[in-house]
Protein backbone atom coordinates (compact mmCIF):
# COMPACT_ATOMS: atom_id res chain seq x y z
CA UNK A 1 0.00 0.00 0.00
CA UNK A 2 1.29 3.25 -0.54
CA UNK A 3 2.07 4.96 2.90
CA UNK A 4 1.64 8.34 0.95
CA UNK A 5 -1.96 8.28 0.17
CA UNK A 6 -4.81 9.33 3.11
CA UNK A 7 -5.51 6.03 4.57
CA UNK A 8 -9.24 6.20 6.81
CA UNK A 9 -11.01 3.64 8.98
CA UNK A 10 -14.23 3.80 8.96
CA UNK A 11 -16.38 1.88 12.36
CA UNK A 12 -19.58 0.35 12.73
CA UNK A 13 -20.94 0.98 16.06
CA UNK A 14 -22.87 -1.25 18.10
CA UNK A 15 -20.99 -4.32 18.35
CA UNK A 16 -17.75 -3.13 16.71
CA UNK A 17 -17.00 -0.32 18.92
CA UNK A 18 -19.49 -0.57 22.14
CA UNK A 19 -20.70 -4.32 23.50
CA UNK A 20 -24.28 -2.92 22.77
CA UNK A 21 -26.47 -5.97 20.70
CA UNK A 22 -26.30 -8.43 23.27
CA UNK A 23 -28.56 -5.66 25.02
CA UNK A 24 -30.50 -5.13 21.73
CA UNK A 25 -31.07 -8.68 21.26
CA UNK A 26 -33.28 -8.57 25.22
CA UNK A 27 -34.80 -5.46 23.89
CA UNK A 28 -35.99 -6.86 20.31
CA UNK A 29 -36.93 -10.60 21.74
CA UNK A 30 -39.29 -9.27 23.96
CA UNK A 31 -41.07 -6.92 20.75
CA UNK A 32 -41.32 -10.14 19.03
CA UNK A 33 -42.56 -11.87 21.96
CA UNK A 34 -45.25 -8.93 22.57
CA UNK A 35 -46.21 -8.33 19.33
CA UNK A 36 -45.48 -10.72 16.79
CA UNK A 37 -45.47 -13.80 18.98
CA UNK A 38 -42.52 -14.77 17.97
CA UNK A 39 -39.38 -16.34 19.55
CA UNK A 40 -35.43 -15.55 18.65
CA UNK A 41 -36.48 -12.15 17.19
CA UNK A 42 -33.86 -10.16 18.19
CA UNK A 43 -31.40 -12.25 15.79
CA UNK A 44 -33.76 -12.23 13.00
CA UNK A 45 -33.35 -8.40 13.10
CA UNK A 46 -29.61 -8.09 13.64
CA UNK A 47 -28.19 -5.01 11.32
CA UNK A 48 -31.30 -3.83 10.52
CA UNK A 49 -32.38 -0.15 10.67
CA UNK A 50 -35.50 1.05 12.72
CA UNK A 51 -37.21 1.63 9.97
CA UNK A 52 -36.41 -1.66 7.99
CA UNK A 53 -37.45 -3.31 11.01
CA UNK A 54 -40.79 -1.70 10.95
CA UNK A 55 -41.11 -2.07 6.78
CA UNK A 56 -40.24 -5.55 7.41
CA UNK A 57 -42.29 -6.96 10.89
CA UNK A 58 -44.45 -3.90 11.84
CA UNK A 59 -45.78 -2.43 8.17
CA UNK A 60 -49.72 -2.60 9.69
CA UNK A 61 -49.02 -1.79 12.90
CA UNK A 62 -48.90 2.02 13.25
CA UNK A 63 -49.65 2.24 17.11
CA UNK A 64 -47.35 -0.92 17.82
CA UNK A 65 -44.37 1.18 15.77
CA UNK A 66 -44.94 4.17 17.88
CA UNK A 67 -44.97 2.42 21.32
CA UNK A 68 -41.53 0.41 20.48
CA UNK A 69 -40.07 3.84 19.57
CA UNK A 70 -40.87 5.57 23.04
CA UNK A 71 -39.60 2.45 24.40
CA UNK A 72 -36.72 2.20 22.54
CA UNK A 73 -35.69 5.57 23.08
CA UNK A 74 -36.40 5.07 26.75
CA UNK A 75 -34.23 1.42 26.67
CA UNK A 76 -31.09 3.28 24.69
CA UNK A 77 -31.33 6.19 27.88
CA UNK A 78 -30.30 3.38 30.42
CA UNK A 79 -28.28 0.63 27.87
CA UNK A 80 -24.32 0.43 29.60
CA UNK A 81 -22.19 1.38 26.57
CA UNK A 82 -19.18 -0.72 27.37
CA UNK A 83 -16.48 -0.26 24.47
CA UNK A 84 -15.19 -3.68 23.00
CA UNK A 85 -12.05 -4.54 24.45
CA UNK A 86 -8.85 -3.38 23.00
CA UNK A 87 -10.44 -0.40 20.69
CA UNK A 88 -9.71 2.46 22.73
CA UNK A 89 -5.92 1.58 22.24
CA UNK A 90 -6.26 0.41 18.44
CA UNK A 91 -8.08 3.98 17.45
CA UNK A 92 -5.13 5.69 19.54
CA UNK A 93 -2.86 3.81 17.81
CA UNK A 94 -4.47 5.04 14.35
CA UNK A 95 -4.22 8.61 15.38
CA UNK A 96 -0.93 8.17 16.33
CA UNK A 97 -0.14 7.10 12.59
CA UNK A 98 -1.98 9.93 11.37
CA UNK A 99 -5.21 7.44 10.08
CA UNK A 100 -9.11 9.32 9.31
CA UNK A 101 -11.02 7.45 11.72
CA UNK A 102 -14.89 7.93 11.27
CA UNK A 103 -18.00 6.25 13.25
CA UNK A 104 -20.25 4.92 10.37
CA UNK A 105 -23.40 4.06 11.38
CA UNK A 106 -27.55 3.52 11.43
CA UNK A 107 -28.04 5.03 14.87
CA UNK A 108 -29.84 8.26 15.33
CA UNK A 109 -28.61 11.62 16.66
CA UNK A 110 -30.48 11.43 19.97
CA UNK A 111 -29.07 7.61 20.95
CA UNK A 112 -25.29 8.72 19.89
CA UNK A 113 -26.33 11.87 22.43
CA UNK A 114 -26.69 9.52 25.34
CA UNK A 115 -23.60 7.35 24.12
CA UNK A 116 -21.71 11.20 24.59
CA UNK A 117 -23.50 11.87 27.63
CA UNK A 118 -21.42 8.34 28.81
CA UNK A 119 -18.17 8.72 27.31
CA UNK A 120 -17.58 12.34 27.41
CA UNK A 121 -14.17 11.36 26.02
CA UNK A 122 -15.87 10.02 22.82
CA UNK A 123 -16.19 12.56 20.48
CA UNK A 124 -12.24 13.01 20.71
CA UNK A 125 -11.34 9.55 19.79
CA UNK A 126 -12.49 10.16 16.35
CA UNK A 127 -12.34 12.69 13.09
CA UNK A 128 -15.90 12.36 12.32
CA UNK A 129 -19.63 10.48 13.35
CA UNK A 130 -21.58 9.93 10.71
CA UNK A 131 -25.15 8.68 11.71
CA UNK A 132 -28.51 7.32 10.11
CA UNK A 133 -29.78 10.70 9.25
CA UNK A 134 -26.51 11.02 6.65
CA UNK A 135 -27.24 9.17 4.32
CA UNK A 136 -30.77 8.17 2.21
CA UNK A 137 -29.78 4.29 1.64
CA UNK A 138 -28.94 2.46 5.05
CA UNK A 139 -26.39 -0.66 4.95
CA UNK A 140 -26.36 -3.09 3.22
CA UNK A 141 -26.43 -0.03 0.52
CA UNK A 142 -22.81 0.91 0.89
CA UNK A 143 -23.94 5.10 0.87
CA UNK A 144 -22.51 5.33 4.29
CA UNK A 145 -19.19 4.03 3.64
CA UNK A 146 -18.77 5.88 0.44
CA UNK A 147 -19.53 9.45 1.79
CA UNK A 148 -17.22 8.36 4.74
CA UNK A 149 -14.44 8.14 1.66
CA UNK A 150 -15.46 11.17 -0.04
CA UNK A 151 -15.46 13.42 3.16
CA UNK A 152 -11.51 12.08 3.39
CA UNK A 153 -10.62 11.91 0.43
CA UNK A 154 -9.62 8.91 -0.23
CA UNK A 155 -10.35 5.94 -1.91
CA UNK A 156 -11.45 2.30 -1.46
CA UNK A 157 -7.97 0.87 -2.08
CA UNK A 158 -7.00 3.12 1.25
CA UNK A 159 -9.86 2.52 3.36
CA UNK A 160 -10.64 -0.21 5.90
CA UNK A 161 -14.01 -0.91 6.77
CA UNK A 162 -14.48 -2.83 10.59
CA UNK A 163 -18.62 -4.38 10.98
CA UNK A 164 -19.97 -7.38 12.75
CA UNK A 165 -23.41 -7.20 11.12
CA UNK A 166 -24.25 -9.51 7.85
CA UNK A 167 -25.93 -6.20 6.42
CA UNK A 168 -22.97 -3.71 7.46
CA UNK A 169 -20.20 -6.76 6.03
CA UNK A 170 -22.38 -6.74 2.92
CA UNK A 171 -21.90 -2.55 2.37
CA UNK A 172 -18.36 -2.35 3.30
CA UNK A 173 -17.41 -5.57 0.81
CA UNK A 174 -19.63 -3.45 -1.89
CA UNK A 175 -18.05 -0.24 -1.34
CA UNK A 176 -14.58 -1.87 -2.15
CA UNK A 177 -12.91 -0.62 0.84
CA UNK A 178 -10.97 -4.06 2.50
CA UNK A 179 -13.21 -5.14 5.47
CA UNK A 180 -12.77 -6.66 9.02
CA UNK A 181 -15.37 -8.64 10.57
CA UNK A 182 -16.07 -8.50 14.36
CA UNK A 183 -17.68 -12.00 15.33
CA UNK A 184 -19.17 -10.23 18.16
CA UNK A 185 -22.54 -10.75 17.13
CA UNK A 186 -22.53 -13.36 14.83
CA UNK A 187 -20.07 -16.69 15.26
CA UNK A 188 -16.64 -16.62 13.06
CA UNK A 189 -18.87 -19.63 11.00
CA UNK A 190 -21.38 -17.38 10.36
CA UNK A 191 -19.40 -14.28 8.61
CA UNK A 192 -16.61 -16.29 7.38
CA UNK A 193 -16.29 -15.28 3.48
CA UNK A 194 -18.39 -12.28 3.97
CA UNK A 195 -14.83 -10.27 5.15
CA UNK A 196 -11.27 -9.85 3.88
CA UNK A 197 -10.50 -10.60 7.85
CA UNK A 198 -12.16 -12.20 10.79
CA UNK A 199 -11.19 -11.28 14.50
CA UNK A 200 -12.89 -11.93 17.99
CA UNK A 201 -12.45 -8.22 18.99
CA UNK A 202 -9.22 -5.60 19.01
CA UNK A 203 -6.99 -7.03 21.83
CA UNK A 204 -3.20 -6.43 20.53
CA UNK A 205 -4.66 -5.22 17.57
CA UNK A 206 -2.37 -2.66 15.96
CA UNK A 207 -2.20 -0.16 13.17
CA UNK A 208 0.98 -2.36 11.64
CA UNK A 209 -1.01 -5.27 11.98
CA UNK A 210 -4.01 -3.44 9.86
CA UNK A 211 -2.29 -2.69 7.07
CA UNK A 212 -0.58 -6.35 7.15
CA UNK A 213 -3.68 -7.27 5.91
CA UNK A 214 -3.80 -8.33 2.25
CA UNK A 215 -7.50 -9.10 0.06
Not at 79 to 89: K, N, Q, T
Not at 116 to 137: C, W
Not at 193 to 214: P, Q, R, S
Request: hydrophobic share 40%; charged share 25%.
Amino acid sequence: MDMTKNIAVLFDFDGVVMDTETQYTVFWDEQGRKYLNEADFGRRIKGQTLAQIYENHFADKAKEQEQITADLNRFEKEMAYEYIPGVESFMSDLRKNGVKIAIVTSSNEEKMANVYRAHPEFKGNVDRILTGEMFARSKPAPDCFLLGMEIFGTTPEHTYVFEDSFHGLQAGMDSGATVIGLATTNTREAISGKAHYIMDDFTDFTYAKLIAIHR
